[in-house]
């Protein structure tokens, strides 16, 4: 196995590249916290939110942040 195939570019990922707290971020500055809990309904948006109890969820929570990435996507790309 070639050394470099862990570094090949994922051309068919659009979130390749593009880190959880970049995403958060841009979300919570997009939408802020409250409508961000109206369009994902998971506590560490509605109590005391902030990027580093999201991201400390988010993490370990797949479903989650799926739901995050999937609405990031649909912000970047206008879909």
Known sequence: MNSNN?????????LHGIKLLDMLTLLEEHYGWDELANRININCFKKDPSIKSSLKFLRKTPWARDKVERLYLKLVTGQ
Do not use: A, F, G
Not at 6 to 14: G, I, T, V
């Open 6 to 14: 862990s570094n090949r570019e994922q051309p068919n990922n659009p």
